[in-house]
C-alpha cells in the first residue's frame, strides 16, 4: 500500500489528530480480524478503504486504486494512555477530500464494530442454581 501512495503526489498534507476511539477500533481490527484490512464503504459509492498499522487509506477502486485521502505516519511513540488521541499526518489526493474527511473515521468505526461483534465467539452463559436451604 505504501508505495501507492508514493506514487501519487498529494494536493494536500498536513497535521492531523485522530481521536482514541476510532484509533483503537481500527488496531483493535487488525490484531482481531486481518492485517491489512479492506472493506467498501457503503455510503460513498465505488470508494473502499484500506487500514495497516501503518496507514489509513481511503481509495477509489473504480480508479485503479488511486487513492483519495490518507492517514500516515502515526505518531505512537511516547503515547501514556489509551484516551489520548494520536497525531498523524493527513494526505489530501481528491480536490473533495476535504468533504468526506469529517465523517470518514465515524463510519470506519462503525463498520468495524460491527465487523468485531459479528467475528466475536458468541457468550456461554449459564445459570448457577444455589442451594435451596430449608428454614425449620
Known amino acids: 500500500m505504501e508505495s501507492r501512495l508514493r ?3 498529494a494536493l494536500k498534507v498536513m497535521d492531523s489528530v485522530v481521536a482514541a476511539k476510532h484509533y483503537n477500533r481500527v488496531r483493535l481490527a ?8 479492506r472493506f467498501p464503504l457503503p455510503h460513498l459509492r465505488g470508494l473502499d478503504m484500506l487500514l495497516s498499522r501503518e496507514e489509513w487509506i481511503c481509495v477509489d477502486r473504480t480508479l485503479n486504486d488511486l487513492p ?3 492517514w500516515t505516519d502515526f505518531q ?3 503515547r501514556t494512555a489509551l484516551h489520548a488521541p494520536v497525531s498523524c499526518r493527513l ?3 481528491h480536490a473533495y477530500a476535504g468533504l468526506i474527511v469529517g ?3 465515524q463510519d470506519v468505526s462503525v463498520i468495524l464494530a460491527e465487523r468485531l461483534n459479528k467475528a466475536r465467539p458468541p457468550l ?3 445459570v448457577t442454581l444455589l442451594s435451596r436451604r430449608r428454614h425449620r
Open 103 to 105: 465523517t470518514l473515521l
Open 7 to 9: 506514487e501519487v503526489p
Open 30 to 37: 487488525l490484531a482481531r480480524l486481518e492485517d491489512p484490512l
Open 76 to 78: 505512537v511513540q511516547g
Open 91 to 93: 494526505r489530501f489526493y
Open 124 to 126: 456461554k452463559r449459564s
Open 68 to 70: 483519495v485521502l490518507a
